[in-house]
């Protein structure tokens, strides 16, 4: 069985197609394929499918759709439910982009190697593996999405296959490949260099400098930009007629953006060897997106995990705080011109629309091995355009609200264990201290409810503070009215951490919120918020999960919970209204 989805998404069994019911069932088999094995949730799948206007029935109809498509697989890939979702097992199954990729792999390893008619060879296997435009007939959704990536990452493989062809010296045919290829991508500035390196070589020097010309015209009306430092060496290489090496694509600087890690960090062992899963696999998932409440140490995590993967991404790290919890977001094609700004590309070479950034920043980064870390994220849509087509990349995403792409692996920060809050703690403020006040340094760490910034912002007080004892500064935390008062130094800020996390609920969200942090500290059920908010259980239950998405509830067995410093944050809001309402609701605090 063949499942295809580089042209018209088909599957093929048996020397025959077979039949697909629709758009829909091609964007549901798609949207499995491109997971690689890892589950799409069921919100993902129906937004895929339906858009922002799902039937009545919308779980119903995803369980039909993808029961039909599990028949037409039988024998061959299997759909696990899994994880909230589903996800595609291929088995004995030939996933077309998947052997593209690996076939891509290899030819580009023998082309930096030298071996040029190995990679040629292996190159043009991988690129025969296309049969028209990726995606077809999929749903807008999914196109819109994925196939200008699928297409990019395309282009890339085409320019090493005839940068392998070049130094074969087959010009003559490569002359008449070339010339519809850059009339069809007339901005792609690496496809016009290989054919000037084949006009020249068929001792065609004037049409060689009048495609540059031409190309040079194109980029100033189209983008307002020059030409970039790779075509202009080819250009000035013609002109004194000196020989044209070929190399196997971009060569610029290596980026090293990474911020240093954060000095005080303890625990996390298991989070760092699942993130470590995504950075050293071959295939699988390209982006791991770190999760958690604020102050959880996401950036910590991911800064300890992203330097120590930095030997196996050896042509650099890319990194930008996205501002996701700011009042203005970072527009991800500002992000774009400081990464190609950062890969060595002049300021006059970079064109000035998102889309043309977009696939400069991914051609740069086809065929090699880059580590992208992108903190702070508001949205999905910041996150998009930074993704490199290139499957030898990785991704590390930290943010409050997880991400929904594809290719992605989620790992959840909660609380610090109660041995790696004291580590943390004693290291900020000094094992001799907590040694002598043992008692106060366990009330400390509770009171700030294991949550790493809390115990950094305590620690890094008492150490500003040689003169204080700990179990001063414990009592001065059991008293709720100033708590968060004496958990902000510098910028480090929690009541200002938590703020951001509210001001992003919906107004019905903050009220459910405030409410909610009135209730005893055991728990609540899922349905409380309709009992205080006056709502049907099943608008209360969707309120809660909201809230567990903005990561200010937390999901215990059975129950929910809120963080001890949210409820203090949530309880400094309330209103009588607030009071009033959980009074009538039978659960005061």
Same mark, same amino acid.
């Given at each position: 069985?063949?499942?295809?989805?580089?042209?018209?998404?088909?599957?093929?069994?048996?020397?025959?197609?077979?039949?697909?019911?629709?758009?829909?069932?091609?964007?549901?088999?798609?949207?499995?394929?491109?997971?690689?094995?890892?589950? #799409?949730?069921?919100?993902?799948?129906?937004?895929?499918?339906?858009?922002?206007?799902?039937?009545?029935? #919308?779980?119903?109809?995803?369980?039909?759709?993808?029961?039909?498509?599990?028949?037409?697989?039988?024998?061959?890939?299997?759909?696990?439910?899994?994880?909230?979702?589903?996800?595609?097992?291929?088995?004995?199954?030939?996933?077309?982009?998947?052997?593209?990729?690996?076939?891509?792999?290899?030819?580009? /390893?023998?082309?930096?190697?030298?071996?040029?008619?190995?990679?040629?060879?292996?190159?043009?296997?991988?690129?025969?593996?296309?049969?028209?435009?990726?995606?077809?007939?999929?749903?807008?959704?999914?196109?819109?999405?994925?196939?200008?990536?699928?297409?990019?990452?395309?282009?890339?493989?085409?320019?090493?296959?005839?940068?392998?062809?070049?130094?074969?010296?087959?010009?003559?045919?490569?002359?008449?490949?070339?010339?519809?290829?850059?009339?069809?991508?007339?901005?792609?500035?690496?496809?016009?260099?290989?054919?000037?390196?084949?006009?020249?070589?068929?001792?065609?020097?004037?049409?060689?400098?009048?495609?540059? /010309?031409?190309?040079?015209?194109?980029?100033?009306?189209?983008?307002?930009?020059?030409? *970039?430092?790779?075509?202009?060496?080819?250009?000035?290489?013609?002109?004194?007629?000196?020989?044209?090496? #070929?190399?196997?694509?971009?060569?610029?600087?290596?980026?090293?953006?990474?911020?240093?890690?954060?000095?005080?960090?303890?625990?996390?062992?298991?989070?760092?060897?699942?993130?470590?899963?995504?950075?050293?696999?071959?295939? *699988?998932?390209?982006?791991?997106?770190?999760?958690?409440?604020?102050?959880?140490?996401?950036?910590?995590?991911?800064?300890?995990?992203?330097?120590?993967?930095?030997?196996?991404?050896?042509?650099?790290?890319?990194?930008?705080?996205?501002?996701?919890?700011?009042?203005?977001?970072?527009?991800?094609?500002?992000?774009?011109?400081?990464?190609?700004?950062?890969?060595?590309?002049?300021?006059?070479?970079?064109?000035?629309?998102?889309?043309?950034?977009?696939?400069?920043?991914?051609?740069?980064?086809?065929?090699?091995?880059?580590?992208?870390?992108?903190?702070?994220?508001?949205?999905?849509?910041?996150?998009?355009?930074?993704?490199?087509?290139?499957?030898?990349?990785?991704?590390?995403?930290?943010?409050?609200?997880? #991400?929904?792409?594809?290719?992605?692996?989620?790992?959840?920060?909660?609380?610090?264990?109660? /041995?790696?809050?004291?580590?943390?703690?004693?290291?900020?403020?000094?094992?001799?201290?907590?040694?002598?006040?043992?008692?106060?340094?366990?009330?400390?760490?509770?009171?700030?409810g294991r949550l790493a910034l809390g115990l950094r912002v305590a620690g890094a007080r008492l150490a500003a503070r040689p003169h204080w004892s700990l179990s001063r500064f414990a009592a001065r935390l059991r008293a709720e009215n100033c708590c968060l008062d004496e958990l902000r130094i510098g910028g480090l800020d929690v009541r200002r951490s938590i703020d951001h996390s509210y001001r992003d609920l919906t107004e019905r969200g903050q009220t459910a919120l405030r409410r909610?942090?009135?209730?005893?500290?055991?728990?609540?059920?899922?349905?409380?918020?309709?009992?205080?908010?006056?709502?049907?259980?099943?608008?209360?239950?969707?309120?809660?999960?909201?809230?567990?998405?903005?990561?200010?509830?937390?999901?215990?067995?059975?129950?929910?919970?809120? /963080?001890?410093?949210?409820?203090?944050?949530?309880?400094?809001?309330?209103?009588?209204?607030?009071?009033?309402?959980?009074?009538?609701?039978?659960?005061?605090?």
């Amino acid at each position: 069985m063949e499942l295809r989805v580089l042209g018209p998404v088909e599957v093929c069994g048996a020397g025959q197609r077979l039949r697909l019911d629709g758009p829909k069932q091609r964007t549901l088999l798609a949207a499995l394929v491109l997971s690689r094995g890892h589950p #799409v949730t069921d919100d993902r799948l129906c937004a895929l499918l339906w858009g922002d206007n799902p039937p009545a029935t #919308v779980g119903a109809q995803l369980c039909n759709y993808v029961s039909r498509l599990r028949k037409l697989l039988a024998g061959g890939a299997v759909i696990e439910r899994r994880a909230g979702g589903y996800a595609l097992r291929a088995g004995t199954a030939l996933v077309d982009c998947e052997e593209f990729e690996r076939l891509a792999q290899v030819g580009r /390893h023998a082309l930096r190697a030298g071996r040029d008619e190995e990679a040629a060879e292996t190159l043009r296997s991988a690129l025969a593996l296309w049969h028209g435009q990726a995606l077809g007939g999929v749903l807008d959704s999914l196109a819109d999405a994925e196939a200008d990536r699928l297409h990019t990452v395309r282009l890339a493989v085409l320019e090493d296959r005839i940068a392998a062809d070049l130094r074969l010296g087959r010009h003559a045919s490569l002359v008449g490949e070339l010339v519809p290829l850059v009339a069809d991508n007339p901005l792609h500035e690496g496809l016009r260099a290989r054919l000037m390196h084949a006009l020249v070589a068929c001792d065609r020097r004037a049409d060689a400098l009048e495609v540059y /010309h031409q190309g040079r015209r194109l980029l100033a009306d189209e983008l307002g930009i020059d030409p *970039g430092p790779a075509l202009r060496a080819v250009f000035h290489q013609v002109l004194d007629e000196r020989p044209t090496p #070929v190399t196997g694509g971009w060569s610029g600087v290596q980026p090293a953006m990474l911020p240093p890690e954060v000095t005080a960090f303890h625990g996390r062992a298991d989070e760092l060897r699942r993130i470590s899963e995504v950075l050293g696999s071959g295939d *699988g998932p390209r982006l791991v997106s770190l999760t958690g409440m604020a102050g959880a140490g996401k950036t910590a995590l991911g800064l300890r995990a992203a330097h120590a993967a930095r030997p196996a991404f050896p042509d650099g790290q890319l990194y930008v705080d996205l501002g996701g919890t700011s009042d203005r977001p970072v527009d991800p094609g500002d992000v774009l011109g400081w990464f190609l700004r950062g890969l060595g590309n002049p300021e006059p070479t970079i064109p000035r629309g998102t889309v043309e950034r977009m696939h400069l920043y991914r051609s740069q980064l086809a065929g090699r091995r880059m580590l992208v870390m992108l903190d702070n994220v508001a949205d999905d849509n910041q996150v998009r355009p930074l993704l490199p087509g290139e499957a030898g990349c990785r991704v590390i995403v930290t943010s409050r609200r997880p #991400v929904a792409v594809e290719m992605a692996r989620t790992v959840g920060l909660g609380q610090l264990g109660e /041995h790696e809050a004291l580590a943390l703690f004693a290291e900020v403020v000094g094992p001799d201290r907590v040694a002598a006040e043992s008692v106060a340094a366990g009330q400390i760490i509770r009171l700030c409810g294991r949550l790493a910034l809390g115990l950094r912002v305590a620690g890094a007080r008492l150490a500003a503070r040689p003169h204080w004892s700990l179990s001063r500064f414990a009592a001065r935390l059991r008293a709720e009215n100033c708590c968060l008062d004496e958990l902000r130094i510098g910028g480090l800020d929690v009541r200002r951490s938590i703020d951001h996390s509210y001001r992003d609920l919906t107004e019905r969200g903050q009220t459910a919120l405030r409410r909610l942090s009135l209730l005893e500290p055991a728990g609540f059920p899922g349905w409380a918020p309709a009992a205080l908010l006056g709502l049907s259980r099943t608008t209360g239950e969707e309120i809660t999960e909201q809230l567990v998405d903005a990561r200010v509830v937390q999901v215990a067995p059975d129950r929910y919970q809120l /963080h001890s410093l949210v409820r203090v944050f949530a309880r400094e809001l309330t209103d009588p209204s607030d009071r009033a309402a959980a009074a009538l609701a039978n659960t005061p605090a």
